[in-house]
């Protein structure tokens, strides 16, 4: 019996091993995903906005002719955004309200309780947007490069003023 824990402990070490090592992947598959659909959903309603206009009145949002190509701009910059890992945090808030909103209005009559809700895809990519919004980028990142370059930047900073003390005139 000891030697079956023991073999289920051995494996159970080396999957939390390869987890830890994979941990990147999950959100960088999310923010792929994700951006990915959204950029090309916005580029699409981008090219056919009198059908989107047209759509979104039909929905009774108010003003079509200003919200669906804003709708289909933040669509599209948002989704070019998670795509590229730059502001990631701050790119998905606008398409977690754009999703809220398709709920509301497209999705309304197909919502009779939460089994119905959680079944919608615009309920997962919210889920997805939260978690990549909470999480971040990822390692495969411009946010990643960014933040790693500013902290470069941050420790170089306190070298570079005593250097400047040290060698300037008194």
Known sequence: MSSTINTLLAIRRLVRAIADRLQWLPPTLARFTVGWVFLWSG???LHSLDKIVEFFGSLGIPHPELQAPFASGTEFVCGALLLAGL????ASVPLVITMIVAIVTAQRENVSGLGSLFGLVE???ITLLIWIGVTGAGPLSLDHLLVRLAERDEER???A???SCATSPR
Request: glycine residues 6%; proline residues 6%; without cysteine.
């Open 157 to 159: 900073a306190p070298a």
């Open 161 to 163: 003023a005593l250097r």
């Open 87 to 90: 502001f990631t945090r701050v």
């Open 123 to 125: 309920f997962l990519y």
């Open 43 to 45: 580029w699409g309603k």
